[in-house]
């Protein structure tokens, strides 16, 4: 049997003192931050808030967590996520299986029509007045629609496809099945471990993003998770200065409130992380290994 | 391809053309099923149908807030004063300019939109029509406006001759001033500092002696990176605010004569260890944190961020003691502190809106008087007391039920609403002291007004001011920390000349030429 | 890898076989027609869009009722130190974050391979995944708060050493390395996946041959694992090099203020601040153009490249 020499000892501890750093070196800032969210205000202002927090308290947290408008932009939030991902999972997935019969006339272009809009889009500005255009500014159609389907996990969801046995889909043709039946009761359910990574791909985006809803919505009602969030942590520090009046100052949200807003912000993709986990490791492989 | 995909990509468009037209009904369906469920903007088209409909619901944009405007008490109280339904939307904290354009070139169709006061943004709306001009409007439907602005706000406003804003006026003179530890004076038995001499005896005392025991850290007096132009300070060489008469004509502070005296004052205290050492290197936070810590003497700040200092301070420092300082008086005797004058915020009517008369009416409505007062205070025995001809606020009701109430504002009662604003102050008795000590106790002549914050739009003033103070306040910088030399002084004033300070100077003078008729 | 295709015959068969074909399928194109829908719409029209890069363009005219400049915009492009210093931000984070941040997955996927714990493997890969999942605006709020010149935790260990506190976010010599380290903490264990799949195909047999002639590990990394890992690595730096014009739009926005535009402007960014926030809607849909353009040539680039080198077109 192999026996591990000195040299194999020495690279082990170094290998295990980095990958260990690196782990501390994630989970630090939330330690710290987590740590700021219920500590007091005057610890926090004085700089004694390290790891562990100083004058435990969870008022901040609960006042945080309470506030109409943080519930109301988490609503919003599941609300694009759940209707976003239903939606692009399921004219991703309507769209995939048709392009993945190659021997179809038309398909192989209409491919390269979805591939070229990976390579060259029309970019901001035109998107920005498309959207006006249809009506859907101030609308949280706005930030599903044009998000509908991503050419990447199509093509993900289309080379799936292709990799299915055959054989099935031959011996439903032989009893008379419509390619709608075959579909919807031989590949959809032989697709779950794709259409769970896909999906998972889909969730992450709508949750997290940031940049559309910036550009489209106006309503406070309707402000996802992620720009009443920003408004919260970009601050006195960074955002000028000039215009703050004394009415402004007085009210400037304290280094608390803004810790516990982004700990509470990230707790439901802490909840959801184990369950994901499962998943995303293969989707990753799957988007990888295609073509 | 060939004949064949011809076909299919015939098939495939026609089929596109049918769809999209029904998609495109469906995908309003859709959307509006979403927004509808979680209370969207429903207001207006309904309404404008019928155009002797009773009282619309209003749209309105305002500046960022940490609590939702449509769930305030305030709003509740305007909408029964008002009669008029107001649904509110706020500008993001963070670069809100930006997002205000986007709005305003995306038609959406707000009936009020307030903002912070930025002329130059005022005034290009104004200038490409996207704004409601506002003359025949108040005169016929505002009353309660007319009585409620001064001439002169409405006269600084004025784009072209035309009024499209109505303003908030500010509603205090001083900003701010030298706070300093009494403790630490009384410890030393020295009193409070009168002069720029007596001043740099103190700071000198704070250095030598160390009466806070900070050791190495000690700091005299901090001040951050960007503030090279230390309030009260400047005053005391005659240089209070940003542009100042010399012999009849306004003239930024660089070009000043007393500029170089400024700048060899201040150049001292920082060589002798008096001001903090790495000011350079301060931003706003870490010059508060070195007072709220102990370890400065002295820092410049604006009154209202007494309260989180004085919190700070008082659980690091149990026995620290502050005061602002009065206004200093310079070797030649001169003294005083910048005096506000100008706008808060501003708000307009834009285009798009569908209702400007009845958003005219609102603003109107609002400014009746008793509405007004119930506004900014609220109820005499609820929310307020009167102490000896002043506002008391009842806490903790008036915290929660008025606290955002400046930001329902269009426009004010100016001749009341300081008074009435005061009581906000109140609300925290230290940081009330200092304020009362910077804006009642001082003498009429040590506030010298800000002559340009009641001027008209001025083009190019208004293109260059922010960047020609940046500019400014760099160079004073280097000077202070001794990184350049006065002898370059010429040079600079050629280049802020060369940089829009010509233009600008001649465009202010202009119009200080017809103000001293 | 793929099953066979059944329309290998297609280029020989006639007119009237494709038409029973399509005839025969007509569901399967009736189940296109949303996907085209959105491609139409969503994807070409916003190209038709592209025009008013051309246009001196103005929102209430639209595309019909504005007036055609030809390249004007195009040469204001070219002439403006501002784009130049936009494109010089965007060239530097973005060849920074390629030349530090790409190989650090490749060092986690070698360390992690290396590790016989599985316990302590999964707990690390766990923890190194995770920020992944967060949006950037909570990555930028949690940094903004563990960075904070006042009572920010390395600000305080900072002054513990005698240092002076560092206002990171607003300084322009800090800015891009802030930037590109804050991508590298997002996404640095979740680029190691693919690389630790590579591994993982790796033959067991491989090293187990190289231990019997006497091999170390280290020896077995350098000559098993790395070139085992060889095409991905290229597959993985072609596809980055394609988005070397993409810095991290999203990111910067939600770090950057106007303190730090000097270094830390990005096309994005710009194309977002004078475009719509200054409505200068022409000239940054220009920018865009340019951008979209360069991206589209890098990309065919590395495709040409990687079909070469390894054998496999992107896509």
């Known amino acids: ?291 | ?517 | 890898m793929s099953k066979p295709r059944g329309g290998e015959g297609v280029s020989l068969g006639t007119g009237r076989r494709r038409l029973k074909l399509i005839r025969g399928n007509m569901d399967m194109y009736m189940l296109l027609i949303p996907g085209l829908i959105f491609l139409f719409l969503f994807k070409y029209a916003p190209m038709y869009g592209i025009i008013i890069a051309f246009q001196d363009f103005n929102i209430f005219g639209g595309i019909s009722g504005s007036e055609w400049v030809g390249m004007a915009q195009f040469e204001r492009l070219l002439q403006s130190d501002e784009f130049m210093q936009v494109l010089t931000n965007t060239l530097l984070i973005s060849l920074y974050k390629i030349t530090i941040l790409f190989p650090i997955p490749i060092v986690i996927a070698l360390m992690l391979n290396e590790v016989r714990r599985m316990f302590f493997k999964r707990t690390i890969q766990t923890i190194i995944y995770l920020p992944h999942f967060l949006s950037w605006v909570i990555i930028s709020g949690l940094f903004i708060n563990i960075l904070s010149p006042s009572g920010g935790i390395v600000n305080e260990i900072i002054r513990s050493f005698g240092g002076e506190p560092i206002s990171f976010f607003t300084s322009n010599s800090l800015f891009r390395s802030l930037v590109v380290f804050t991508a590298g903490w997002k996404e640095m264990g979740w680029n190691a996946i693919v690389f630790i799949a590579a591994l993982a195909g790796i033959e067991q047999e491989q090293y187990e041959a190289a231990a019997i002639d006497g091999a170390g590990r280290i020896r077995q990394m350098w000559s098993i694992s790395l070139p085992g890992m060889l095409p991905t690595i290229v597959l993985m730096f072609i596809l980055r090099i394609g988005s070397l014009l993409e810095a991290g739009t999203e990111q910067i926005l939600t770090m950057y203020n106007p303190l730090v535009y000097e270094t830390g402007d990005v096309i994005g960014t710009f194309v977002y601040r004078m475009g719509l926030g200054q409505q200068d809607y022409s000239f940054s849909t220009a920018v865009g153009l340019f951008n979209s353009a360069v991206g589209f040539l890098l990309i065919i680039i590395g495709n040409m490249l990687s079909r070469k080198f390894i054998g496999r077109s992107i896509w």
């Open chain 1, 1 to 291: 049997m192999y026996r591990k020499t000195a040299k194999d000892y020495m690279l082990d501890g170094t290998i295990y003192i980095v990958l260990i750093a690196m782990g501390l070196i994630t989970l630090l800032p939330f330690v710290n931050v987590f740590s700021k969210s219920v500590s007091e205000e005057w610890a926090i202002m004085s700089g004694q808030v390290g790891i562990f927090p100083v004058g435990f308290q969870l008022d901040t947290m609960k006042f945080v967590v309470t506030s109409s408008q943080f519930l109301n932009s988490l609503w919003i939030s599941v609300i694009i996520t759940v209707a976003g991902t239903l939606g692009s999972l399921l004219i991703t997935a309507l769209t995939a299986y048709p392009l993945s019969k190659r021997e179809l006339p038309g398909m192989g272009f209409i491919i390269v029509l979805f591939i070229f809009t990976m390579m060259f889009n029309g970019g901001i500005i035109p998107n920005y007045l498309l959207v006006r255009e249809l009506g859907l500014i101030n609308n949280l159609g706005s930030l599903i629609l044009p998000a509908l389907i991503s050419v990447f996990n199509m093509l993900v969801i289309k080379s799936y496809f292709e990799n299915l046995p055959a054989s099935l889909e031959e011996s439903a043709k032989l009893e008379g099945a419509r390619n709608l039946t075959i579909l919807f009761r031989i590949i959809l359910p032989l697709s779950g471990p794709v259409l769970a990574t896909i999906g998972l791909f889909y969730a992450v985006y709508y949750w997290n993003d940031y940049f559309h809803p910036m550009l489209y919505i106006n309503s406070t009602s309707l402000k996802p998770l992620q720009l009443y969030l920003q408004d919260i942590v970009m601050n006195a520090d960074t955002s000028s200065a000039l215009d703050k009046t004394a009415d402004d100052l007085m009210n400037v949200p304290a280094e608390g409130v803004r810790s516990a807003t982004v700990i509470a912000s990230t707790i439901p993709i802490l909840l959801v992380y184990p369950f994901l986990q499962k998943y995303f490791i293969k989707g990753v492989l799957i988007g990888s290994v295609k073509g």
């Open chain 2, 1 to 517: 391809m060939t004949k064949p995909f011809k076909l299919i990509s015939t098939i495939a468009m026609s089929a596109l053309l049918v769809s999209v037209m029904a998609a495109c009904s469906g995908n309003n369906g859709t959307a509006n099923n979403e927004s509808g469920s979680t209370n969207a903007p429903k207001t207006g088209s309904e309404a404008t149908a019928k155009p002797d409909a009773p009282k619309p619901a209003l749209k309105r944009l305002n500046v960022w807030a940490g609590e939702d405007y449509n769930v305030y008490p305030v709003a509740k109280l305007l909408e029964e004063n008002t009669g008029y339904k107001m649904q509110t939307d706020m500008l993001p904290q963070d670069k809100w300019a930006e997002k205000l354009n986007l709005i305003m070139s995306s038609g959406e169709a707000y009936d009020i939109v307030t903002s912070y006061s930025d002329m130059a943004l005022y005034s290009d709306y104004a200038q490409k029509g996207a704004l409601v001009d506002l003359g025949p409007l108040i005169e016929e439907f505002g009353p309660n406006i007319k009585a409620a602005l001064k001439p002169e706000s409405i006269e600084a406003l004025k784009v072209n001759g035309k009024l499209y804003a109505i303003p908030t006026t500010v509603t205090y003179e001083i900003n701010s001033s030298i706070l300093i530890r009494t403790d630490w004076l009384e410890k030393l038995d020295l009193s409070m500092p009168t002069t720029t001499d007596e001043l740099t005896n103190v700071l000198t005392q704070f250095k030598e002696k160390d009466p806070g025991g900070n050791g190495d850290r000690n700091v005299p007096l901090t001040i951050k990176g960007d503030q090279s132009i230390i309030d009260n300070i400047v005053g005391a060489f005659g240089m209070p605010n940003a542009w100042n008469d010399v012999d009849g004509q306004l003239v930024p502070r660089v070009l000043d004569p007393s500029y170089k005296d400024y700048v060899a004052y201040t150049g001292s205290l920082y060589k002798n260890g008096l001001i903090d050492r790495e000011f350079v290197a301060n931003k706003d936070a870490t010059a508060k944190e070195k007072f709220a810590s102990g370890v400065a003497g002295a820092i410049v700040v604006h009154w209202a961020d007494i309260p989180a200092l004085s919190e700070s301070l008082a659980k690091t420092k149990p026995e620290a003691t502050f005061a602002f300082v009065p206004p200093l008086k310079g070797p030649n005797g001169e003294f005083g502190f910048a005096a506000n004058a100008g706008f808060d915020r501003l708000s307009y009517i834009p285009k798009s809106s569908k209702h400007p008369e009845e958003a005219i009416k609102w603003i109107n409505a609002s400014l009746e008087p008793e509405t007004f007062k119930n506004m900014a205070i609220g109820v005499e025995g609820t929310h307020y007391k009167v102490v000896d001809g002043a506002y008391e606020p009842i806490q903790p009701i008036f915290t929660d039920e008025r606290n955002l109430a400046n930001n329902f504002m269009a426009g004010t009662d100016e001749t009341n609403y300081p008074q009435y604003w005061q009581a906000r102050v109140r609300k925290n008795p230290v940081m009330f002291e200092a304020f009362d000590f910077l804006n009642n106790q001082q003498p009429a002549e040590a506030k010298v007004t800000n002559l340009l914050g009641l001027a008209p739009y001025m083009q190019q003033y208004a293109k260059n001011n922010q960047q020609l103070n940046t500019m400014i306040g760099d160079y004073t910088v280097k000077l202070i920390a001794g990184a350049e030399s006065i002898d370059g002084l010429e040079d600079f004033q050629k280049k802020y000349m060369a940089a829009g300070g010509e233009a600008s100077s001649k465009e202010v003078n202009e119009w200080y030429a017809t103000l001293a008729k």
